[in-house]
């Protein structure tokens, strides 16, 4: 490895929780990182996902940094394109590009307990640093369902993340599988556009009214002059935040907050089997609550059949549900989601005893604070395993401010690794599991994707967002300990 240039960080993915990290990094004054970004462009999941209708159902004010905060969103909910610019300012505020490359993918990572740095193969060659931040996110593995016969179709076939530039569906027989976060945004958009849709429902969504007030140029203006009135704002939308989250641990006040998506649906979908074929049978919260105002009117229109069942094979030119339903048609839109996780780069990281991450966690990831994993020293998962709480935004920057007072910690202490411990991290674990033992997603009658393959929750951070700052205000130095050096055995020359 000699004659490498060895860094001080190096932060993988170019996403919200990238972006952010090289943000953190310029304000504590470090220069000396390099990010990678497999893709062609910074912006993440906002950079990938071009889907028709593609937009965020967290408000604006509280889907931003509160660093960076933006006086010029248009409207309440902001659409795909300005979140992408809305990064790609705060990019270039802190001089991200000119440490970005581009289409470059790490391929493998490995901890070298003698030099206490980390050891990394990108697909344009070897890099050392003291830092690795992994910001690989959890919107990104698209989960292409295994339908049997989807080899065979002769059409179309794509995920929602993987839009065809300039395709609508005009006139075409489209299937959309699943009713999910996208499906939702973009099914409206496909029926807008003249094509005849059959959706294939396995689950109905929760979905609630979205109250996408536009912006007027006085309230941008105000915004712009009055910084505190955009804190205001964001004030009353974290606090909307957190009641619908206090709804997932509370099931009497979970109850209370779900009579909201059904008299939505009662008020748009008149027609009443129509209206209980879109009505949940779990509890609001096990699965995502969805917000938005299209979606059922869509479903009502001529050019839309909805099948509430999932979908069981392929064939050449049609798709065929459970309930024995069978359609012909041109294209295949997969809206199933993402594998939720840390994602594939589990599987490539290696820590002090050679294991990777993946094998470490064995199907059930946790970490310390969701940031530091024991055995993997300097490493940092952004939005790791529960973290979640009702903003993305808002997660990550309470774990910037944690990084950035452990980095400052150890630069007052002459210390150039830390490696948390193993009884800590599994001190956090066991209070992640008591505290979302009985939380809607664990007993709310759905199957949610934020359970891990064990059943522990996955997602949930074990509170409230406020709690999750104030616990992350501070960084607490006696839940790490140092890293040795490790000096090579070399074997004596015999005489």
Not at 248 to 269: M, S
Request: proline letters at 5%; aromatic letters at 10%; charged letters at 20%.
């Amino acid at each position: 490895m000699s004659g490498l240039v060895r860094h001080h960080a190096v932060i993988v993915g170019g996403g919200l929780s990238g972006i952010g990290m090289a943000a953190t990094l310029h304000r504590e004054g470090i220069d000396d990182y390099v990010l990678l970004e497999r893709g062609d462009g910074l912006g993440g999941t906002w950079h990938h996902n071009t889907y028709p209708g593609c937009g965020c159902d967290i408000p604006s004010a509280l889907y931003s940094f509160a660093f960076r905060p933006n006086p010029d969103w248009s409207c309440m909910f902001a659409s795909r394109e300005e979140i992408r610019d809305y990064l790609l300012d705060v990019a270039r505020e802190y001089d991200v590009p000119r440490h970005a490359r581009l289409s470059v993918e790490m391929t493998s990572a490995a901890w070298d307990s003698t030099e206490r740095v980390w050891r990394i193969e990108t697909s344009a060659g070897p890099l050392e640093s003291r830092w690795l931040f992994l910001g690989t996110g959890s919107l990104h593995a698209a989960n292409m369902v295994d339908i049997p016969g989807v080899e065979q179709f002769v059409g179309r076939v794509f995920h929602s993340s993987r839009w065809p530039a300039g395709w609508t569906g005009a006139g075409e027989r489209v299937a959309v599988i699943g009713t999910g976060a996208s499906s939702i945004q973009l099914t409206p958009q496909l029926v807008d556009a003249g094509a005849r849709v059959t959706l294939f429902q396995r689950t109905p969504a929760w979905i609630q009214p979205k109250p996408n007030l536009r912006h007027g140029r006085w309230q941008r203006a105000l915004f712009r002059r009055v910084p505190a009135a955009q804190r205001v704002l964001r004030g009353m939308e974290w606090g909307f935040g957190e009641l619908f989250l206090a709804g997932a641990f509370r099931p009497r006040l979970g109850r209370v907050l779900e009579q909201i998506p059904r008299a939505w649906l009662r008020l748009r979908v008149r027609d009443r089997t129509l209206r209980a074929k879109l009505t949940p049978s779990y509890a609001m919260g096990c699965k995502r609550l969805l917000v938005d105002n299209a979606f059922y009117r869509a479903v009502q229109r001529p050019n839309l059949e909805l099948v509430d069942s999932g979908v069981t094979r392929i064939g050449p030119g049609s798709v065929v549900a459970a309930n024995g339903v069978g359609r012909e048609v041109d294209t295949i839109v997969f809206a199933t989601g993402f594998h939720y996780g840390v994602g594939p780069s589990a599987g490539l990281v290696r820590g002090r005893d050679g294991r990777t991450l993946a094998q470490v966690w064995d199907g059930s990831p946790q970490a310390y604070l969701g940031t530091s994993v024991a055995g993997f020293p300097n490493l940092v998962l952004l939005w790791g395993p529960n973290t979640g709480t009702t903003s993305i935004a808002v997660s990550v920057e309470a774990q910037l401010n944690y990084i950035a007072r452990m980095m400052r910690y150890m630069r007052d202490a002459g210390l150039d690794a830390l490696d948390v411990r193993a009884e800590d991290e599994n001190a956090f674990r066991d209070l992640v599991v008591a505290r979302t033992r009985t939380a809607v997603h664990a007993v709310g009658g759905c199957t949610s994707f934020y359970l891990d393959a064990k059943g522990k929750n996955l997602l949930l951070w074990p509170g409230s967002m406020h709690n999750m700052w104030r616990r992350m205000r501070r960084f607490d130095p006696a839940a790490y300990a140092p890293v040795p050096a490790v000096v090579p055995s070399v074997e004596k020359e015999s005489a």
